[in-house]
């Protein structure tokens, strides 16, 4: 990739010089604000790999660690006693807010009562029954991590087809679950370079395509040697990438024709609505992944089945000889994940949050819309239901490489570094906000009134 070009396309309307004045300023100025954080960032570089329990939390442009104190609802306070709105929300882990109520209620209720045995509980029953209301899938398992659901799933449906390889769309991310570190380069699939300690070949079973690409797709499939389409409905991380009017009703059909199965991951687009995004579209998937904010904010995560795959499924494990599956370790499905996860969803990831949450998403967005048009920028907002994005380019990019073209780091923690220092707070991996349940129309007007202001020192004088 062509960093300057990039450069230049995403910096356009700028003053770049007083952009990196600002950046210098900013830096400084975090510093001087934050001498606690600053005191444990030099502690936990002592003993902590990069200083941080994990490496992903020096991504904010910081020039240190920011360390938290504690974080409830739309709000996290700092060490140095900061109060920041928070728009990350753990970059959707707490989408239904930090700490909601009733699933600190269910933990702490819990907590007395045993947090993993390795048996089920009743707790466990009842959200498989709310999981299958909810989503349409009657067959459900657990698992601690979105990445380790999306692995478990895709050995489910090596074993029950016979396939060995997957397909995904090029730029996505579904967790580190190795198969996906496949992209595509100048149009020809290579291994994502910054992939550590991969020492097999991932080309030899997974397969990469671009987003809203039909042809590219059929031909991929032809083969009758891929296993499933492992896809999020709208890519998220790379930028949202939306899916063109019509591609996943064509898509549906060529992935039936050549009889690969449909895994959805919903992690991020559960922003969407109760039922998350492949619901609301009518998106017939033969599985559905969501890990994240499923248990409020406590580590678990869920992967649910069609009957017919569910079948196979067990088929295949009783076809197996005996020994460990590779699917599922002891923590997998513990009483404390199980109970949070049955208070989300019952008392939490209801209509009612929804109703709110989409509404002041739609705000956020059209203030958006007016702070980078008051300030001449040629950017587009994206919203998918709770999720709103901003990106440098003035239409939303169709496909992973268009969107990997605009991306552009250094802007990012300048605009994002600007926001911290003004008590807002947004995703730091690329300009990403999310509204919660507890989010306000103040709290959306203080994250329009702090873009304002940043936009104000990196764009030429009026």
Avoid at 309 to 318: G, M, N, S, V, Y
Avoid at 428 to 446: I, K, R
Wanted: aromatic share 6%; net charge negative.
């Amino acid at each position: 990739m062509d960093t300057s070009t990039t450069q230049r396309a995403s910096r356009q309307g700028l003053d770049w010089a007083r952009a990196e004045a600002f950046l210098a300023a900013e830096r400084a100025r975090f510093a001087s604000d934050n001498p606690r954080s600053a005191e444990l960032a030099a502690r936990a570089r002592h003993h902590l790999l990069f200083g941080v329990p994990l490496h992903w939390m020096n991504d904010w442009g910081t020039p240190f660690a920011l360390h938290v104190a504690q974080a409830s609802g739309a709000q996290v306070t700092d060490v140095d006693g900061h109060t920041l709105i928070d728009f990350c929300l753990g970059d959707t882990g707490a989408m239904f807010g930090h700490a909601p109520a009733p699933v600190a209620a269910a933990v702490a209720r819990q907590a007395t009562r045993g947090y993993t045995t390795m048996l089920a509980t009743e707790d466990a029953a009842v959200v498989g029954e709310l999981l299958a209301q909810r989503f349409g899938l009657p067959v459900w398992q657990f698992a601690m991590s979105a990445t380790d659901a999306n692995r478990y799933i895709v050995r489910w449906i090596r074993a029950a087809t016979g396939r060995k390889k997957i397909l995904v769309f090029n730029g996505c991310y579904h967790g580190t679950i190795e198969d996906v570190f496949v992209d595509l380069v100048d149009g020809r699939p290579v291994q994502r370079d910054s992939l550590l300690g991969q020492v097999h070949n991932l080309l030899d079973h997974t397969v990469v395509v671009e987003f809203n690409d039909l042809a590219a797709l059929d031909a991929a499939l032809a083969g009758g040697d891929v296993a499933c389409v492992l896809a999020e409905p709208v890519m998220t991380n790379i930028g949202m990438v939306l899916p063109e009017p019509g591609f996943w009703d064509e898509a549906q059909k060529i992935i039936r024709r050549h009889g690969t199965l449909l895994v959805m991951d919903e992690t991020h687009t559960i922003s969407t609505g109760p039922g998350g995004y492949a619901r609301a579209h009518g998106i017939d998937a033969d599985a559905l992944v969501l890990g994240k904010p499923v248990g409020g904010g406590v580590p678990c995560a869920v992967y649910g089945m069609s009957a017919a795959l569910a079948a196979r499924a067990e088929q295949a494990k009783r076809e197996a000889p005996p020994g460990h599956s590779g699917i599922g370790t002891t923590l997998t499905g513990n009483m404390l994940a199980m109970s949070a996860m049955r208070a989300a969803l019952t008392d939490v990831m209801t209509p009612d949050a929804y109703g709110h949450m989409l509404g002041l998403a739609h705000r956020l967005a059209a203030g958006l819309r007016r702070v980078i048009a008051h300030h001449g920028l040629p950017w587009c907002v994206t919203q998918v239901g709770a999720r709103t994005e901003f990106q440098f380019c003035p239409a939303p990019p169709r496909n992973g490489s268009e969107a990997d073209r605009i991306l552009d780091g250094e802007l990012e923690h300048l605009i994002h570094l600007g926001l911290l220092n003004r008590g807002v707070m947004i995703t730091p991996f690329h300009n990403m906000m999310l509204v919660c349940p507890q989010t306000t129309d103040e709290h959306v007007a203080s994250l329009l009134g702090a873009l304002d202001e940043v936009l104000v020192r990196v764009t030429p004088p009026r």
